[in-house]
T-cell receptor, first 112, second 111 residues
Framework: SQTIHQWPATLVQPVGSPLSLECTVE??????LYWYRQAAGRGLQLLFY??????ISSEVPQNLSASRPQDRQFILSSKKLLLSDSGFYLC???????????FGPGTRLTVT | EDQVTQSPEALRLQEGESSSLNCSYT??????LFWYRQDPGKGPEFLFTLYSAGEEKEKERLKATLTKKESFLHITAPKPEDSATYLC????????????FGSGTKLNVKP
């Protein structure tokens, strides 16, 4: 079966510090991968997506970047965090054969 | 502009009291409409995909329907464990990697 993992589950970081969030998928090959951010009481905002190793599409210009070093690994990074980067970060994958996206458990990031 | 609006923002029901959640959308060519359930502090859980007007899908006490402008999630005889936020998203034909999400309906079912 297909599973998706994210870590860490929670993170508290000071303003100006770097960030690295990791997402891995099991049970599928060459998935499409996605990073979303969810603000409190808001819908999900797509940040980045990737259709293959090294291929990254950015949806929102901001303080973040993404990389896909391996087929089933997706990383969200920042060199210097801002207060506005706080939120709930979700990774998702889609199998090329179906339309729906499946989400990981999320990372709660608080920038202080 | 492609967008999704969900109503109501919050809904309180007594156990067994049936109701419906609404998802209105505008999109340039619908590829799919999706319903998710999200519990506090967790990632969304996939429920249904609807592809064309007139289509219906059912799962336990939930039934999703689709018209050309909106989708409904009908909840029949809800139980407290159905309490969650329900999210709707649409996918456009011109960019199937981009899902447009609504802000959700927070459902609270009282015993």
């Amino acid at each position: 079966s297909q599973t998706i993992h994210q870590w860490p589950a929670t993170l508290v970081q000071p303003v100006g510090s770097p960030l690295s969030l990791e997402c891995t998928v099991e049970g599928t090959s060459n998935p499409n991968l996605y990073w979303y951010r969810q603000a409190a009481g808001r819908g999900l905002q797509l940040l980045f997506y990737s259709v293959g190793i090294g291929q990254i599409s950015s949806e929102v210009p901001q303080n973040l970047s993404a990389s896909r070093p391996q087929d089933r690994q997706f990383i969200l990074s920042s060199k210097k965090l801002l207060l506005s980067d706080s939120g709930f970060y979700l990774c998702a994958f889609a199998d090329g054969q179906v339309y729906e996206q499946y989400f990981g458990p999320g990372t709660r990031l608080t920038v202080t | 502009e492609d967008q999704v609006t969900q109503s109501p923002e919050a809904l309180r029901l007594q156990e067994g009291e049936s109701s419906s959640l609404n998802c209105s959308y505008t999109v340039s060519g619908l590829r799919g409409l999706f319903w998710y359930r999200q519990d506090p502090g967790k990632g969304p859980e996939f429920l249904f995909t609807l592809y064309s007007a007139g289509e219906e899908k059912e799962k336990e006490r939930l039934k999703a329907t689709l018209t050309k402008k909106e989708s409904f999630l009908h909840i029949t005889a809800p139980k407290p464990e159905d309490s969650a936020t329900y999210l709707c998203a649409v996918q456009a034909k011109y960019n199937f990697n981009k899902f447009y999400f609504g802000s959700g309906t927070k459902l609270n079912v009282k015993p």
